[in-house]
């Protein structure tokens, strides 16, 4: 079974910065492309970051330049580093994953999401 669990989501000024973590079980996770996606209140799931398992990153437009995303493959864990915080950056963030479980099923799997809320 394949787990996600994000965290380091929380409450923060403008201006301010957060890391979140999502730690990966349950997948072949040096091969796996991992992702950070958010949904806003009234909006869509949107993409946030993703890096493949050659460490290629791919950035929305909005955080390109404010967010950094990394992987620790000896730890299963994919990280995302969010500086410059906005009040627009207020979302629910999920950790995403595309690849193939231990138990051999390729599928894209989701965290359960940590609230990211920016707010003076």
């Known amino acids: 079974q394949v787990q996600l669990v994000e965290s380091g989501g929380g409450l923060v000024q403008p201006g301010g910065s957060l890391r979140l973590s999502c730690a990966a079980s349950?997948?072949?996770?040096?091969?796996?492309?991992m992702g950070w996606y958010r949904q806003a209140p009234g909006s869509e799931r949107e993409l946030v970051a993703t890096i493949t398992s050659g460490d290629m990153t791919n950035y929305a437009d909005s955080v390109k330049g404010r967010f950094t995303i990394s992987r620790d493959i000896a730890r299963n864990t994919v990280f995302l580093q969010m500086n410059r915080l906005t009040p627009e950056d207020t979302a629910v963030y999920y950790c995403n994953a595309f690849g193939m479980s231990i138990s051999g099923q390729r599928n894209t799997y989701w965290g359960q999401g940590t609230q990211v809320t920016v707010s003076s």
């Open positions: 349950g997948i072949i996770f040096n091969v796996a492309t």
